[in-house]
Every structure is written in structure tokens, then in C-alpha cells.
């Protein structure tokens, strides 16, 4: 599902490695400039308060101005409903207003957008409920269970709740299920109850059943993102004919939300499992919520792998082709930006469809973890920029020194596109503010203000030309979570090794499960997107996609260095646990299984100068990789 983008717009970065850079740092071209979060709030929407403030901003650096609307704190489902406007929003004087906005914002060399933020959310008011209303099938729904222990010999009766999926009965033994035990009590339902002639023994039944949500979006919806292109970015290039790509030359997605989230469930979702698996899911639904066996974590990995295929096909996809096509940019702050793997299904390949993968960057910070996995995503899938919002809450005081330092700080971690989250078309008197300061006209340093921006645009250009090169790749450990593996120590294990990484001056990318299947092993080097690895690292992956430890071996085989955290795969979407292939090739790279796993450090040598390793100390994993790269250097 790797697409390679084809359009080349305002904004898009040169990836010739013959490219002279020179010429765009001094003169850098349109579209590396900041874009700033233009809140249309506060005050009346007045024309000539517009082109002054649009006069204000000219030739300053700036080549976006995002509209954007905060929230109350009162109704709505997710947050506060969206502070009214004058105009109101979308009726005709605001459309108006916008098109009229969007020719003097380009006639001074800047593009517009609005932001989705307060807008995008079911129970909102806006787009998603409009959608809802006339298609209503497009909501979603999320699998929720039951259990039930009972004892054998008796007649049970249960009232079940509606859209039952699955019935299953496991005998106990010790209280733990007996795999091969299983008793489908679908044909014993009748009229929403259960009842069954209870064998003889313990037993536990398992009810799976979907729950829909009317005011949510089911993302797995083939409708679900033609909908949300149709009724809101289409509308814009409808207004504005001839202008994508130009005056009206990017989008900005914030915060995310379809309204379910975790198991979701569909009327298609079965068919589907069984055209792209070969199996029926509706037997082992269980598995997904209770251990029933060897096969539990094969079970999971391909439950989440279609949700997200799913996703991916009906609503990521679809909308990042929209912007592709016509070269404009895309950019996000979603969720836990990262930070929860599983969101989304899986954060990284769903994520993977917007052309600027961001995050936010609060209060001057710059986190390792936010922004690696954001411009990984970028290096990896070839996207054109990685979008950064700052410094939002930062308050009044903040520094044009401030601003310098956080940039430069998130533009080594990845970031090449910066926007400022504060640009305020009031401040109602002196009291409305949302998340302050507001970094423009407003400050007292505005008419000095010049070169930082200007640096920011020229480091925008300078970063986002050709390609990104360093030596680690950490895998990003979503296996471990869906498959419900000790996921959170593969989380926290990533996320420690790369701050320690990056703390000792070591760069990396987080590498997704289908980047590393499509790469190819060339030498001792992992080449993707013309990235190239010499060290794979896992992070206390228990469960791993079969195509990972193919890949592992291949590249142990080619003389490649593996680094495994805190334990050695056990699992994966082949046949689950116990899969003698997987320990036989667990070992092969590593010299052990995970079964026969150790405390201490372990080298495992291959004649081509190929490492396995299992470690449990970040500072022997950096010491490592630092011998590593001095002998290649020396090589060199």
C-alpha cells in the first residue's frame, strides 16, 4: 500500500541528490515560510481590519494563514461548542468573506486553509453531524463482551443484550481456558436468550457483541471519507475554482476523533476478514478480549490488520490522494501524537497517509518521541514535510529568543514547517485570548522579527530537500499492543532506548512492520526510501509480524547488527505462539529462543560479521552502536 507521492506542488522538497541547495537558502521559493493559526474570533469580521492585518504580515516570512476556531465551554459532545462569528460560519457572508480573504491573502504571496479544529467532530454541529444525518449507516459501533463462569450439569439461561456476534463456551481447568474445548452456542439462542444443557464441569461463556454509536464515524465505512472530502474540502475548491495548489494550498487536520475507538466493528467487517485472511473471525472473536490458546495472538494481529487495512482503504487514503493529486499540503496534530501506537488501530500507517505528518509542541517544548515518529513517518513514506505547531500557552512573555530555541530544537528532531499557533484577529477588548501569546503584529518585537522568521524559512527549505540519513532503526512497537503482550514495556522500552539514543548524540527513525518488509538487504544495510539502516533495533517485542523476523534473519544473514531489548520474540501472525518456524529463526538470529531467554548480555556472531544481541541497558545498546559506526568510519 506504499505510495510514492507524484505531484509536485508549492511547498514540495527536491529529492535529486544533485539538487544545489545554495540558491533556495539564500532565496528560498514559495511555501517554506511559516503558517500561521489566524483565529477568526472575538470581534466582527470587518474587511478592512483583515487587509490591514494581511498588510501587517506581508513580506515577513509568513506564506500561510490557517483560519481557526476555538471552543466554549459549554455543549458538544468531545469539548465546548465552537464561539460563534460574525459572519456565521459557512453561510453565505462567510463564504463570501472567505473567497474574498483568500484573493488578498494571495495577491501579498500567501495561501489560506481552515482548520478543522471544533469542527470535525461528531456532536459538533458542523460537517460530521451533516454527514450522519443524511447517511445515517455511516456511524460506527465497537465489539464489547461478556463473561460468564457456570457450573456443569444445569440448565442456564442468559438475556442477551442486541447485535449478539459470538457465544462461545470454554471448559475450565485451575481457571484457565482449555483451547480445545470450544462449544459455539450460536444455535442456542433464541429470541435474545441463551439457553443451554450445561455438560458436566466448569465452564466460562464468552458473549461478543457490536455496539453502535449514532453520533460517531466508522472510519472503515467505504462512504466515510468521500463524505468528509465532499463536504468539506471539496466545498473550498468549489468556491475557489483554479485556486488548489495556490491560493488555497494546504489543510490542517486537529485532534482527530471519529467518535469510537479501539475494537471497531461493521456489517462488512467478517466478509472482509475472511477475503483477507482466509478464515472465519466470527468462532475465535473471543480471542480478541480472553487468551484461548496458542492461536490468540495470530487472532489479534489479523483482527487489527484488516481494522486498519479498513481504515487506511475507506478513509485515510481517499483524502490524502484528494491533496496529492492536486500538490497541496496536508498536516496534522492528532491524538497522542505517537505516543499511543495503537491509535487509530496503528498510529504509523494510518498516519502514513497524511502528506505532513506533525504534532504540537506546547509550551516551547520539543519531545523526541512526538516528533521522531511524525518525521519518521515523512523519511519513510517519502511525504514532503513534517509539520510542526508551536509554541501554543507559552503565554504574553515569550521571547523571540524563546521561539529561536524551541524551533531549532524541534527542527533537528524532524520538523521542517512551522507554524505559530497565535495570530489573533482580536483580543475582544483586551480579555479574549485562546492559548496565548499571539506571536505577530501584536508584539512589541514585530517590526524586528524579520530575520527569525526568515531563518525559519530558510531552514524549512534546507531541511526538507533530499534525503534523511542515519545509521538505527527502532522498531515502533504496535505488534506487542494489539497482540496484548507485555505491550506496554515495548512501549516504554522504545521510548526509552530513543531518548537515551538521541541523548547521546545517536539519530534514528522509528521503522513500521511494512517498511521494514519492503525493504531490501543490500551488504549489511536495511534500504528503504533511500534510507539506509545498519542497525535494527526491537524493543522487548513479544509478538512480532511474521514478515518482521523474515526480514530480521534476512538481514542478520547479510551481516546486519539486531538488537533485541529486554526478550526475543514468541509470537506472531503466522500460527500465533508455539510456532516452531518463529523460534527456529528467533534462534538462528540470536543463538537462543525466547523460551531459553537470559538476564545478561548476549552476542550471537554469524561469519558474514552479522550481530544478534539481547540486552537489557540502553548504555550498552548506545556503546554498541557507537563501536559500530567508529569502525564504519574508519571503514570509510
Known amino acids: 500500500m506504499y505510495n510514492k507521492p507524484s505531484a509536485e506542488g508549492v511547498g514540495y522538497p527536491s529529492r535529486d541528490e544533485n539538487l544545489d541547495v545554495l540558491q533556495g537558502f539564500v532565496n528560498p521559493p514559495q511555501g517554506y515560510g511559516e503558517v500561521a493559526f489566524y483565529w477568526w474570533m472575538g470581534d466582527p469580521l470587518i474587511k478592512d481590519r483583515i487587509e490591514w492585518q494581511l498588510d501587517r504580515l506581508k513580506d515577513k516570512g509568513v506564506c500561510g494563514l490557517q483560519v481557526n476556531y476555538a471552543h466554549s465551554d459549554k455543549g ?26 483568500l484573493k488578498q491573502a494571495k495577491n501579498r504571496g ?91 464441569g466448569k465452564w466460562r461463556i464468552i458473549i461478543v457483541f457490536n455496539k453502535v454509536d449514532p453520533l460517531s464515524l466508522d472510519p472503515m465505512n467505504p462512504l466515510s471519507g468521500a463524505k468528509v472530502i465532499e463536504t468539506f474540502f471539496q466545498r473550498f475548491e468549489d468556491r475557489n475554482p483554479g485556486e488548489s495548489g495556490k491560493g488555497l494550498n494546504f489543510f490542517f487536520s486537529d485532534e482527530l476523533q471519529f467518535g469510537v475507538v479501539g475494537t471497531l466493528w461493521n456489517n462488512s467487517f467478517a466478509d472482509e476478514f475472511i477475503k483477507r485472511k482466509g478464515y472465519d473471525i466470527i468462532p475465535v472473536l473471543s480471542a480478541l478480549f480472553v487468551d484461548i490458546g496458542a492461536i490468540t495472538p495470530k487472532v489479534r494481529l489479523d483482527y487489527w490488520d484488516v481494522q486498519v487495512q479498513l481504515e487506511e482503504e475507506c478513509f485515510f487514503r481517499p483524502i490524502y490522494e484528494w491533496h496529492e493529486k492536486r500538490g497541496m499540503l496536508y498536516g496534522c496534530d492528532h491524538g497522542g501524537r505517537g505516543t499511543n501506537v495503537v491509535e487509530f488501530g496503528d498510529y ?44 501554543h500557552s507559552s503565554g504574553w512573555g515569550t521571547s523571540t529568543a524563546q521561539v529561536a530555541d524551541a524551533t531549532f ?9 512551522l507554524s505559530l499557533h497565535g495570530l489573533y484577529y482580536s483580543t475582544y477588548g483586551g480579555w479574549w485570548e485562546w492559548a496565548p501569546p499571539c506571536n505577530h503584529f501584536r508584539m512589541p518585537y514585530w517590526e524586528h522579527i524579520d530575520g527569525l522568521l526568515k531563518c525559519s524559512e530558510r531552514l524549512s527549505y534546507l531541511l526538507s530537500q533530499g534525503v534523511h540519513c542515519c545509521d538505527v532503526a527502532v522498531m515502533y512497537p504496535v505488534e506487542p499492543m494489539q497482540a496484548g503482550m507485555d505491550g506496554s514495556k515495548a512501549v516504554q522500552s522504545a521510548f526509552n532506548i530513543a531518548n537515551y539514543l538521541y541523548n547521546q548524540g545517536i539519530d534514528f527513525d522509528f521503522m513500521d512492520s511494512e517498511s521494514l518488509a519492503r525493504a531490501e538487504v543490500k551488504e549489511n544495510e536495511l534500504h528503504v526510501s533511500d534510507e539506509k539502516y545498519r542497525v535494527l533495533i526491537l524493543p522487548a517485542m513479544k509478538a512480532v509480524r511474521h514478515s518482521t523476523i523474515q526480514k530480521v534473519l534476512e538481514f542478520y544473514q547479510a551481516g546486519g547488527i539486531v538488537i533485541a531489548m529486554d526478550c526475543l520474540p514468541e509470537a506472531s501472525d503466522r500460527a500465533g505462539c508455539d510456532d516452531p518456524e518463529l523460534h527456529e529463526m528467533v534462534k538462528q538470529v540470536f543463538g537462543i529462543t525466547a523460551k531459553d531467554a537470559i538476564k545478561e548480555l548476549k552476542i550471537h556472531n554469524n561469519n558474514s560479521g552479522g550481530m544478534g544481541i539481547l540486552t537489557h541497558s540502553w548504555d550498552q545498546t548506545a556503546k554498541i552502536i557507537g563501536s559500530y559506526r567508529e569502525l564504519g568510519e574508519k571503514e570509510a
Request: proline content about 6%; charged content about 20%; glycine content about 6%.
Open 76 to 101: 458538544g459532545r468531545t469539548y465546548g461548542l465552537t464561539y460563534p462569528s460574525e459572519p456565521p460560519l459557512f453561510s453565505e457572508n462567510w463564504w463570501e468573506l472567505f473567497c474574498w480573504f
Open 348 to 391: 504509523y500507517r494510518t498516519q502514513r497517509w497524511m502528506p505532513c505528518p506533525g504534532n504540537d509542541s506546547p509550551n516551547l517544548t520539543a519531545d523526541v518521541i512526538k516528533n521522531k515518529v511524525a518525521s519518521s513517518i515523512t523519511h519513510l513514506y517519502q511525504r514532503p514535510r513534517t509539520w510542526l505547531e508551536g509554541y
Open 110 to 200: 500567501m495561501s489560506v486553509s481552515l482548520s478543522d479544529y471544533t469542527l470535525g467532530v461528531a456532536g459538533q454541529g458542523w460537517y460530521i453531524d451533516e454527514i450522519l444525518n443524511k447517511n445515517p449507516t455511516v456511524c460506527g459501533a465497537t465489539l464489547e463482551y461478556k463473561i460468564e463462569d457456570i457450573e456443569g450439569n444445569s440448565n442456564y439461561s442468559l438475556d442477551l443484550p442486541e447485535n449478539v456476534l459470538s457465544a462461545v463456551a470454554y471448559r475450565l481447568e485451575e481457571g484457565l481456558i482449555i483451547p480445545d474445548s470450544a462449544i459455539d452456542l450460536r444455535n442456542k439462542i433464541i429470541n435474545k436468550t441463551l439457553q443451554w444443557n450445561v455438560p458436566e
Open 409 to 417: 530544537r524541534n527542527f533537528v528532531m524532524g520538523h521542517n514547517m
